[in-house]
């Protein structure tokens, strides 16, 4: 275990969602932290903490053989993750931090209860739920008062609100292009929860997104007819090179074809894994991120290297 630090006592978590642990080493306690998730990569020394949760789902295939996988899974009732329920006991945590808001993307509530009544000492569950930029604050602050780190949450939310505003205040007043943010590429899905809002903040208009509610299933050609200026690829839990490889079997598409020969090739790929999706203090990187997309002329901030490439509009593929 990474040591907690000089003169206090490890409080013994297991975060099952990788946004719990970057709000965890946010508020200094990636020490205290005794198991994750396959996924929980951020910050890199995470990758040091045993791994109780792995996907039963096959991580390479692409984004069309993904969602045939889910909807197989979900038509069995299975859940696509598994618990070393096992290792979890060994490593006796006294607090569990999970999540109720996507089944997809991290593990459901629902199978945390079931492992939970096997634990010994019944460690204490804290469930996070966040559906818009709001929530997403108050949870970095409910994780601070459950760990005793309250002041310390109280001053990063602090900095991500001085961030936001920095972002409202260069875009204001700015013409409004209008964008729209895709979460999955085959079948395409509009954005959900926080996105809409993000694209708000950063001086964008998202015009199929829908804001605090679940993405749902769309189709290429409802993309076209919105008429987006932009199209952000904020494909859930793909980085750029992945995203990319996605994008080149979709040529095929007339809808699609179309769609990105319009506005100037202003398609973006971006890293929607490490800034988009997850519900961490790094959705404020996400929010700089379109705001440097959509007025590059107004930020003057940096963006993460690697965070986001220019997709040029043509066959073969080429990143800029």
């Avoid at 997104?209 to 007819?225: C, Q, T």
């Amino acid at each position: 275990m990474i040591s907690a630090g000089p003169g206090r006592r490890a409080l013994r978590i297991a975060s099952l969602l990788p946004s719990a642990t970057e709000i965890l080493w946010a508020l200094d306690l990636l020490g205290d932290v005794v198991a994750l998730t396959h996924e929980c990569d951020y910050p890199p020394e995470a990758r040091r903490i045993p791994a109780v949760v792995r996907p039963r789902l096959d991580q390479h295939l692409g984004s069309r053989e993904i969602d045939a996988r889910v909807s197989e899974a979900a038509g069995r009732g299975e859940s696509l993750y598994a618990i070393d329920e096992d290792l979890l006991a060994s490593v006796r945590p006294e607090m569990v931090i999970t999540q109720d808001l996507c089944d997809v993307c991290a593990l459901p509530g629902t199978d945390v209860d079931r492992v939970l009544e096997r634990l010994p000492g019944r460690p204490q569950v804290l469930r996070l739920h966040p559906h818009t930029l709001e929530d997403i604050l108050r949870d970095i602050l409910t994780v601070g008062e459950a760990t005793g780190r309250a002041a310390q949450a109280r001053r990063v939310v602090a900095g991500l609100r001085a961030r936001i505003a920095r972002v409202e205040d260069a875009v204001r007043g700015r013409r409004r292009q209008r964008v729209v943010c895709v979460e999955w590429l085959d079948p395409p899905y509009c954005s959900g929860h926080w996105m809409p809002e993000l694209v708000e903040r950063a001086g964008g208009r998202e015009v199929l997104g829908r804001p605090g509610r679940p993405s749902v299933r769309i189709r290429w050609e409802d993309v076209l007819r919105a008429e987006p200026e932009v199209l952000v690829l904020a494909v859930c839990g793909f980085d750029v090179p992945r995203t990319a490889e996605d994008v080149s079997r979709l040529w095929g598409n007339p809808a699609w074809r179309q769609l990105v020969g319009k506005g100037g090739g202003q398609v973006y790929a971006t890293d929607a894994g490490s800034f988009f999706s997850r519900s961490g203090p790094r959705i404020v990187d996400g929010l700089e991120i379109l705001g440097a997309l959509l007025h590059p002329e107004a930020a003057t901030w940096p963006t993460p290297p690697g965070s986001w490439a220019r997709l040029v509009p043509q066959e073969p593929l080429r990143l800029r």
